[in-house]
């Protein structure tokens, strides 16, 4: 179970940092 709540936080992490980059190449 611990191993799906890191699985989901590092896509969470991963998913933030791609839209956070979107947004820079973007605006």
């Known amino acids: 179970m611990?191993?799906?709540?890191i699985n989901l936080i590092?896509?969470?992490l991963?998913?933030?940092s791609i839209?956070?980059?979107v947004?820079?190449?973007l605006f």
């Open 19 to 21: 839209i956070v980059m």
């Open 10 to 12: 590092l896509m969470s």
């Open 14 to 16: 991963m998913i933030s």
């Open 23 to 25: 947004q820079l190449i």
């Open 2 to 5: 611990e191993l799906v709540i």
